[in-house]
Nanobody
Framework: QLALVESGGGLVQPGGSLRLSCAAS????????ISWFRQSPVKEREGVAS????????DYAGSVKGRFTISRDNAKNTVYLQMNNLKPEDTAVYYC????????????????????WGQGTQVTVSS
């Protein structure tokens, strides 16, 4: 059964860290670029970080650059998002999504390129 399952969310104080995981099953993970998105009640959905299927290329939103790191372990069919120095404005539901990539280092550009989405994990940054 095809699935993307996020985990690792929770409540953390400002300045704290969390590591999110996105576990894939039911499709050939190595063929797909993976991205993290987030959405909160006060903001539209935004792309946070992306990683190519090769793992060699990454891309980050300006608001998280230098604080978040995306990585992948193709042997485990899992992508990670390490989030450091968290801020209250990082509070959101975080989703991972998979896009079948035309070549190894491709980073998706459009939301419409994504084939599969997870159900999301809540991240709350609050004191």
């Amino acid at each position: 059964q095809l699935a993307l399952v996020e985990s690792g969310g929770g409540l953390v104080q400002p300045g704290g860290s969390l590591r999110l995981s996105c576990a894939a099953s039911g499709f050939t993970f190595d063929y797909f670029a993976i991205s993290w998105f987030r959405q909160s009640p006060v903001k539209e959905r935004e792309g946070v970080a992306s990683i190519s299927k090769s793992g060699r290329e990454t891309d980050y939103a300006g608001s998280v650059k230098g604080r978040f790191t995306i990585s992948r372990d193709n042997a485990k069919n899992t992508v990670y998002l390490q989030m450091n120095n968290l801020k209250p404005e990082d509070t959101a539901v975080y989703y991972c999504a998979a896009s079948k990539a035309p070549y190894s280092d491709y980073i998706p550009v459009l939301t419409e390129e994504y084939d599969y989405w997870g159900q999301g994990t809540q991240v709350t940054v609050s004191s």
